[in-house]
Protein backbone atom coordinates (compact mmCIF):
# COMPACT_ATOMS: atom_id res chain seq x y z
CA UNK A 1 0.00 0.00 0.00
CA UNK A 2 1.51 3.38 -0.44
CA UNK A 3 1.83 5.70 1.77
CA UNK A 4 0.03 8.50 0.67
CA UNK A 5 -2.73 8.02 -2.21
CA UNK A 6 -4.99 10.28 -4.13
CA UNK A 7 -6.74 8.09 -6.40
CA UNK A 8 -8.94 10.31 -8.41
CA UNK A 9 -8.96 11.39 -11.63
CA UNK A 10 -9.47 15.18 -13.10
CA UNK A 11 -12.26 16.92 -11.68
CA UNK A 12 -14.14 19.43 -13.31
CA UNK A 13 -16.67 21.55 -10.87
CA UNK A 14 -18.85 24.50 -12.10
CA UNK A 15 -17.60 28.39 -10.95
CA UNK A 16 -19.17 28.95 -7.47
CA UNK A 17 -19.83 24.82 -6.31
CA UNK A 18 -17.64 22.63 -3.91
CA UNK A 19 -15.20 20.69 -5.00
CA UNK A 20 -13.90 17.60 -2.88
CA UNK A 21 -10.77 15.78 -3.03
CA UNK A 22 -9.75 12.96 -0.92
CA UNK A 23 -6.38 11.57 0.22
CA UNK A 24 -5.91 8.23 2.43
CA UNK A 25 -2.63 7.51 4.05
CA UNK A 26 -1.09 4.14 5.26
CA UNK A 27 0.52 4.82 8.58
CA UNK A 28 -1.36 5.08 11.57
CA UNK A 29 1.52 6.85 13.44
CA UNK A 30 1.15 10.09 11.08
CA UNK A 31 -0.04 13.01 13.03
CA UNK A 32 0.53 15.93 10.39
CA UNK A 33 -1.55 16.72 7.48
CA UNK A 34 -1.23 19.20 4.74
CA UNK A 35 -2.60 19.88 1.49
CA UNK A 36 -0.26 21.99 -1.20
CA UNK A 37 -1.57 23.50 -4.28
CA UNK A 38 0.24 23.26 -7.05
CA UNK A 39 -0.03 25.53 -10.46
CA UNK A 40 0.84 24.58 -13.86
CA UNK A 41 5.08 24.60 -14.05
CA UNK A 42 5.54 26.32 -10.22
CA UNK A 43 6.53 24.62 -7.01
CA UNK A 44 3.79 23.31 -4.36
CA UNK A 45 2.66 26.16 -1.92
CA UNK A 46 0.82 25.20 1.70
CA UNK A 47 -2.64 25.79 1.74
CA UNK A 48 -4.18 23.73 4.76
CA UNK A 49 -2.28 21.74 7.12
CA UNK A 50 -4.11 20.28 10.02
CA UNK A 51 -3.21 17.62 13.14
CA UNK A 52 -5.86 17.11 15.63
CA UNK A 53 -8.91 14.79 13.97
CA UNK A 54 -12.11 17.26 12.75
CA UNK A 55 -11.95 20.20 10.92
CA UNK A 56 -9.90 22.96 9.78
CA UNK A 57 -11.36 26.19 7.98
CA UNK A 58 -9.60 28.97 6.09
CA UNK A 59 -11.27 31.16 4.22
CA UNK A 60 -12.84 28.67 1.41
CA UNK A 61 -11.09 26.15 2.34
CA UNK A 62 -12.22 23.42 4.66
CA UNK A 63 -9.40 19.96 5.50
CA UNK A 64 -11.46 16.92 7.19
CA UNK A 65 -9.27 14.99 9.17
CA UNK A 66 -10.32 11.21 10.11
CA UNK A 67 -7.77 8.89 11.93
CA UNK A 68 -9.93 6.32 12.51
CA UNK A 69 -10.44 5.55 8.86
CA UNK A 70 -6.85 7.24 8.13
CA UNK A 71 -8.16 9.49 5.57
CA UNK A 72 -8.21 13.51 5.02
CA UNK A 73 -10.01 15.32 2.66
CA UNK A 74 -9.78 19.34 1.43
CA UNK A 75 -12.91 20.96 0.38
CA UNK A 76 -12.97 24.27 -1.77
CA UNK A 77 -16.55 26.30 -1.57
CA UNK A 78 -17.54 28.68 -3.88
CA UNK A 79 -14.83 27.46 -6.08
CA UNK A 80 -13.19 29.95 -8.42
CA UNK A 81 -11.11 29.97 -11.70
CA UNK A 82 -8.06 30.42 -9.76
CA UNK A 83 -8.41 27.69 -8.12
CA UNK A 84 -7.75 25.43 -11.11
CA UNK A 85 -4.23 23.31 -9.74
CA UNK A 86 -3.16 20.77 -8.64
CA UNK A 87 -3.68 19.66 -5.26
CA UNK A 88 -0.82 17.26 -3.50
CA UNK A 89 -1.91 15.57 -0.04
CA UNK A 90 1.18 15.42 2.49
CA UNK A 91 2.07 13.48 5.07
CA UNK A 92 4.32 13.14 7.53
CA UNK A 93 5.57 9.80 8.14
CA UNK A 94 7.23 9.05 11.34
CA UNK A 95 10.06 6.11 11.80
CA UNK A 96 12.92 5.59 13.93
CA UNK A 97 12.41 8.72 15.19
CA UNK A 98 12.71 10.87 12.10
CA UNK A 99 9.87 12.66 10.23
CA UNK A 100 9.38 12.59 6.58
CA UNK A 101 7.45 13.86 4.45
CA UNK A 102 5.51 11.83 1.35
CA UNK A 103 3.18 13.09 -1.07
CA UNK A 104 0.01 12.02 -3.05
CA UNK A 105 0.10 12.11 -6.78
CA UNK A 106 -2.27 14.78 -6.74
CA UNK A 107 -5.41 16.05 -8.10
CA UNK A 108 -6.28 17.96 -11.02
CA UNK A 109 -8.89 20.37 -10.19
CA UNK A 110 -10.53 22.11 -13.49
CA UNK A 111 -13.19 25.22 -12.35
CA UNK A 112 -15.04 25.81 -15.64
CA UNK A 113 -16.40 29.48 -15.02
CA UNK B 1 13.11 36.62 3.31
CA UNK B 2 12.89 33.46 3.89
CA UNK B 3 13.68 31.14 1.07
CA UNK B 4 14.65 28.53 -0.94
CA UNK B 5 16.84 28.98 -4.25
CA UNK B 6 17.48 26.32 -6.88
CA UNK B 7 19.24 27.23 -9.90
CA UNK B 8 19.65 26.45 -12.63
CA UNK B 9 15.60 27.02 -13.36
CA UNK B 10 16.09 25.47 -16.90
CA UNK B 11 18.89 23.16 -18.73
CA UNK B 12 19.06 21.14 -21.34
CA UNK B 13 22.26 18.81 -21.55
CA UNK B 14 23.64 15.92 -23.26
CA UNK B 15 23.46 12.28 -22.39
CA UNK B 16 26.59 11.66 -20.36
CA UNK B 17 27.66 14.77 -19.07
CA UNK B 18 28.04 15.32 -15.27
CA UNK B 19 25.85 18.05 -13.77
CA UNK B 20 24.89 19.58 -10.57
CA UNK B 21 21.71 21.30 -9.84
CA UNK B 22 22.34 23.54 -6.53
CA UNK B 23 20.05 24.20 -3.93
CA UNK B 24 20.27 26.72 -0.75
CA UNK B 25 17.84 27.74 1.97
CA UNK B 26 18.29 30.51 4.83
CA UNK B 27 15.97 29.17 7.27
CA UNK B 28 18.47 27.14 8.97
CA UNK B 29 16.65 24.69 8.47
CA UNK B 30 17.79 20.87 9.43
CA UNK B 31 15.94 18.95 6.89
CA UNK B 32 16.06 19.32 2.69
CA UNK B 33 14.90 17.13 0.19
CA UNK B 34 15.06 16.56 -3.34
CA UNK B 35 11.99 15.30 -5.54
CA UNK B 36 11.02 14.87 -9.23
CA UNK B 37 7.78 15.38 -10.54
CA UNK B 38 6.47 13.44 -13.61
CA UNK B 39 3.36 13.90 -15.62
CA UNK B 40 0.96 11.63 -13.80
CA UNK B 41 3.57 10.29 -11.31
CA UNK B 42 3.52 13.54 -8.91
CA UNK B 43 6.02 14.11 -6.85
CA UNK B 44 9.00 11.48 -5.74
CA UNK B 45 11.48 11.61 -3.10
CA UNK B 46 15.07 11.14 -4.87
CA UNK B 47 17.08 11.73 -1.45
CA UNK B 48 16.87 13.63 1.71
CA UNK B 49 18.81 15.01 4.20
CA UNK B 50 18.29 14.78 8.34
CA UNK B 51 21.48 17.19 9.10
CA UNK B 52 24.71 17.91 7.85
CA UNK B 53 26.48 14.72 6.70
CA UNK B 54 23.56 12.55 7.12
CA UNK B 55 21.42 11.77 3.81
CA UNK B 56 19.26 8.62 2.62
CA UNK B 57 17.98 7.53 -0.28
CA UNK B 58 14.05 8.61 -1.05
CA UNK B 59 11.81 6.62 -3.96
CA UNK B 60 14.16 7.04 -6.55
CA UNK B 61 17.39 7.42 -5.77
CA UNK B 62 18.69 5.63 -8.89
CA UNK B 63 21.08 7.89 -10.87
CA UNK B 64 21.54 10.48 -7.99
CA UNK B 65 24.19 11.63 -5.86
CA UNK B 66 23.51 14.37 -2.96
CA UNK B 67 25.87 15.76 -0.67
CA UNK B 68 25.24 17.63 2.85
CA UNK B 69 28.37 19.19 3.59
CA UNK B 70 27.21 22.42 4.92
CA UNK B 71 23.38 22.92 6.69
CA UNK B 72 22.12 25.46 3.85
CA UNK B 73 23.37 23.83 0.72
CA UNK B 74 22.03 20.18 -0.53
CA UNK B 75 23.25 19.65 -4.46
CA UNK B 76 21.79 17.00 -6.69
CA UNK B 77 24.66 15.87 -8.77
CA UNK B 78 23.85 13.49 -11.73
CA UNK B 79 26.98 11.89 -12.78
CA UNK B 80 25.59 10.69 -16.04
CA UNK B 81 22.48 12.34 -17.27
CA UNK B 82 20.11 10.03 -19.35
CA UNK B 83 17.03 10.90 -21.67
CA UNK B 84 14.93 9.09 -18.66
CA UNK B 85 15.98 12.07 -16.32
CA UNK B 86 14.40 14.35 -18.23
CA UNK B 87 11.84 15.84 -15.52
CA UNK B 88 10.92 18.58 -13.23
CA UNK B 89 12.99 18.95 -10.22
CA UNK B 90 12.03 20.40 -6.98
CA UNK B 91 14.43 20.94 -3.77
CA UNK B 92 12.71 21.78 -0.45
CA UNK B 93 13.58 22.29 2.98
CA UNK B 94 11.75 21.84 6.56
CA UNK B 95 12.70 22.37 10.13
CA UNK B 96 13.33 18.51 11.51
CA UNK B 97 11.29 16.88 14.26
CA UNK B 98 8.65 19.76 14.75
CA UNK B 99 5.35 18.48 13.31
CA UNK B 100 3.19 20.51 11.83
CA UNK B 101 6.14 22.25 10.08
CA UNK B 102 5.52 22.88 6.37
CA UNK B 103 8.02 22.48 3.75
CA UNK B 104 9.25 25.06 1.36
CA UNK B 105 9.92 24.74 -2.41
CA UNK B 106 12.86 26.18 -4.23
CA UNK B 107 11.14 27.55 -7.66
CA UNK B 108 11.92 24.09 -9.26
CA UNK B 109 14.30 23.19 -12.49
CA UNK B 110 13.16 22.17 -15.09
CA UNK B 111 15.90 19.70 -16.74
CA UNK B 112 15.99 18.19 -20.43
CA UNK B 113 18.59 15.18 -21.24
CA UNK B 114 19.05 14.64 -25.20
Known amino acids: QKEVEQNSGPLSVPEGAIASLNCTYS??????FFWYRQYSGKSPELIMF????GDKEDGRFTAQLNKASQYVSLLIRDSQPSDSATYLC?????????????FGKGNQVVVIP | EAQVTQNPRYLITVTGKKLTVTCSQN?????MSWYRQDPGLGLRQIYY???????DKGDVPEGYKVSRKEKRNFPLILESPSPNQTSLYFC?????????????FGQGTRLTVV
Open chain 2, 27 to 31: MNHEY
Open chain 1, 27 to 32: DRGSQS
Open chain 2, 92 to 104: ASSPRGQLGTEAF
Open chain 2, 49 to 55: SMNVEVT
Open chain 1, 50 to 53: IYSN
Open chain 1, 90 to 102: AVIIIFYGNNRLA
